[in-house]
T-cell receptor, first 110, second 113 residues
């Protein structure tokens, strides 16, 4: 039973466009919500993370929006670039243990 | 962020054999974990590697199949025992640094034939 639900499974965006990935959770004990970027053959790399007492966090072109009451959070990739083509995983942490979403494969077309 | 080195990076093993994966961190860390990523899938937590005591396993994972050692605060091993093709996965070591950030090694890509 997946504790974190992620959608869409894949998306294609034009260069310069916005990529949006959504995640939802049920366990209110989760207290930390990171996003990871993974390229083929590589381990996941921490991209950006948020705590539930913050509604939004922005780092460069990447923004997390967090809705605690709805138990949902999302990643926005602004001005998408071909180098952003990767698989993105949302995750939620309880006692430092991560539960991952199923992943979203993002393809940025030049 | 911590630098995590895993060995081997990949291996092809015969069914019925065992493989030990090493994870070395460049600084002392309190929390170390082992995850599995099956082909084309997400990551699943196998266990927490506890320094000086037995690992804590998640539901569906047992010590006889995935024995873990953690002799100090910078090193851990995961053994995949009596392998079958279903064990073909990427095995990833993870550490928690700073407040809560979790970092991953490059992973060990295991193929069982």
């Amino acid at each position: 039973q997946q504790q974190v639900k992620q959608s869409p499974q894949s998306l294609i965006v034009q260069k310069g466009g916005i990529s949006i990935i959504n995640c939802a959770y049920e366990n209110t004990a989760f207290d930390y919500f990171p996003w990871y970027q993974q390229f083929p053959g590589k381990g996941p790399a921490l991209l950006i993370a948020i705590r539930p007492d913050v509604s939004e966090k922005k780092e460069g072109r990447f923004t997390i929006s967090f809705n605690k009451s709805a138990k949902q959070f999302s990643l926005h990739i602004m001005d998408s670039q071909p180098g952003d083509s990767a698989t993105y995983f949302c995750a939620a942490s309880n006692d430092y243990k991560l539960s991952f979403g199923a992943g979203t494969t993002v393809t940025v077309r030049a | 962020s911590a630098v995590i080195s895993q060995k081997p990076s990949r291996d092809i093993c015969q069914r019925g054999t065992s493989l030990t994966i090493q994870c070395q961190v460049d600084s002392q860390v309190t929390m170390m974990f082992w995850y599995r990523q099956q082909p084309g899938q997400s990551l699943t937590l196998i266990a927490t590697a506890n320094q000086g005591s037995e690992a804590t396993y998640e539901s569906g994972f047992v010590i006889d199949k995935f024995p873990i050692s953690r002799p100090n605060l910078t090193f851990s091993t995961l053994t995949v025992s009596n392998m079958s093709p279903e064990d073909s996965s990427i095995y990833l070591c993870s550490v928690v640094g700073g407040a809560t950030e979790a970092f991953f090694g490059q992973g060990t890509r295991l193929t069982v034939v």
